[in-house]
């Protein structure tokens, strides 16, 4: 029996998760990024100077979260296309 067809997965299941979760990674560091800055700027009366360095942070850990879920995603597509492969020379 084929293993990839005892996974009752839809085919489209595992690029929504992975468009969801960096849709995720997009917005939730930078609507809590804006909120800390502007939060600590009200308190120590800088300006923007916490808003824009919390925004900045928020880029890089943006940066990273994708690139390790695109990192993972790989590593699935590879498996997957090896079992593939496997199959198709018996």
């Known amino acids: 029996m084929n293993p990839l067809q005892e ?5 489209w299941r595992d690029g929504v998760l992975v468009f969801g979760r960096v849709s995720a990674y997009i ?6 990024a804006s909120f800390l ?4 700027d009200e308190k120590r009366n800088t300006g923007n100077l916490f808003f824009f360095i919390c ?9 990273y979260l ?3 879920e695109m990192k993972i995603y ?4 590879d ?6 492969e496997k199959f198709k020379e018996k």
């Open 74 to 77: 790989k590593k699935k597509l």
């Open 37 to 40: 800055g502007k939060y600590l």
């Open 7 to 11: 996974n009752n997965k839809p085919w």
């Open 66 to 68: 994708i690139w390790k």
């Open 79 to 84: 498996i997957s296309s090896k079992i593939e």
């Open 27 to 32: 917005s939730v560091p930078v609507i809590l």
């Open 55 to 63: 925004i900045g942070i928020s880029f890089f850990v943006t940066i």
